[in-house]
C-alpha cells in the first residue's frame, strides 16, 4: 500500500475506499436497527438467545433433584450439570427473595 499512499491520486483513491466501507458499515447498522424495531412490534419478540428447555422441563428436573443426584437427573433429561447447577441457584434466588 505504500505505492498508493505515496502519491495525490493514491491517497484519493485510498480516502474514497475507506470512505465507502465506513458508509457500508453505517447502512449496515442503520439496516439492523430497523429491522429490530420492526422485530419489536411483534408481541412474541424475545431478544437474545431462545431458551432449550422450557420451564415444565425446568421445574420437573428441580423436582428429581430432591430424590437424585445432579448426574442422574441430568442423565434421565437429557439436561447439562452445568445448566442444572446454573437453575438451581436461581431456584435459590428466587427462594431468598421472596422470603424477604
Do not use: H
Amino acid at each position: 500500500m505504500r505505492i498508493i499512499e505515496n502519491t495525490p491520486t493514491g491517497r484519493l483513491i485510498l480516502t474514497q475506499m475507506l470512505a465507502i466501507g465506513e458508509f457500508e458499515r453505517d447502512m449496515i447498522l442503520k439496516r439492523t436497527q430497523e429491522g429490530k424495531a420492526l422485530a419489536k412490534l411483534n408481541p412474541n419478540f424475545r431478544e437474545g438467545r431462545p431458551q432449550k428447555f422450557s420451564k415444565d422441563q425446568l421445574e420437573l428436573a428441580m423436582e428429581l433433584l430432591k430424590q437424585y443426584t445432579t448426574k442422574e437427573v441430568s442423565k434421565k433429561n437429557g439436561i447439562s450439570v452445568a445448566t442444572l447447577y446454573q437453575e438451581k441457584a436461581n431456584w435459590r434466588r428466587k427462594c431468598f427473595l421472596s422470603t424477604d
